[in-house]
T-cell receptor, first 114, second 113 residues
């Protein structure tokens, strides 16, 4: 157990729907990062939050949004889902805003859009 | 300029052999280079990391070699074991910013008996 908790582990939904993925960071970590992992594109950075504020944005679609709450858990909202959104979504956390000390990843949420 | 290129895509090594995975980066500002190991159904886990002020770092059977002038770094797994079979990702990051890691595309390693 890495200490980073992601729920749900699996999610199957239809095109056009909206889903919410949840992440609880490791105790003491203030930064949360979201990554998308698909077979052909490796780990793609989506967005980072530090202590409730957005700190960095990557290749995140406008249909996707995220937030970090006062208790530091984070949610990734995916809307108007398309088949191509099927992927593994990972959350990672780190102590500081500067992730260069390394991340701890959760086990991921496997999203299947049918 | 943020890209990290990783090769090979897949690798088969016999037990006891040396596994070598290579990565190249473009952004000379990168100053943190970790390797992650991912088993099926699990999230990536930090294996070993290096900063550009050293050319090599060794932890057990795992060694990172770093060539700053060539903008390349590699992971060597000595005495490879079947339990090392996993996907390995290199990454690069910018310290001193709200830094996210840029990952390579991954190498699927299979260690055979």
């Amino acid at each position: 157990d890495s200490g980073v908790t992601q729920t749900p582990k699996h999610l199957i939904t239809a095109t056009g729907q909206r889903v919410t993925l949840r992440c609880s960071p490791r105790s003491g970590d203030l930064s949360v990062y979201w990554y998308q992992q698909s077979l052909d594109q490796g780990l793609q950075f989506l967005i980072q939050y530090y202590n409730g504020e957005e700190r960095a944005k990557g290749n995140i679609l406008e249909r996707f949004s995220a937030q970090q709450f006062p208790d530091l858990h984070s949610e990734l909202n995916l809307s108007s889902l398309e088949l191509g959104d099927s992927a593994l979504y990972f959350c990672a956390s780190s102590v500081g805003a500067y992730g260069s000390s390394g991340y701890t990843f959760g086990s991921g949420t496997r999203l299947t859009v049918v | 300029q943020q890209q990290v290129k990783q090769s090979p895509q897949s690798l088969i090594v016999q037990k006891g052999g040396i596994s070598i995975i290579n990565c190249a980066y473009e952004n000379t500002a990168f100053d943190y280079f970790p390797w992650y190991q991912q088993f099926p159904g699990k999230g990536p886990a930090l294996l070993i990391a290096i900063r550009p002020d050293v050319s090599e770092k060794k932890e057990g059977r795992f060694t990172i070699s770093f060539n700053k002038s060539a903008k390349q770094f590699s992971l060597h797994i000595m005495d490879s074991q079947p339990g090392d079979s996993a996907t390995y990702f290199c990454a690069a990051g910018l310290a001193g910013t709200a830094s996210k890691l840029t990952f390579g595309t991954g190498t699927r390693l299979q260690v055979t008996l």
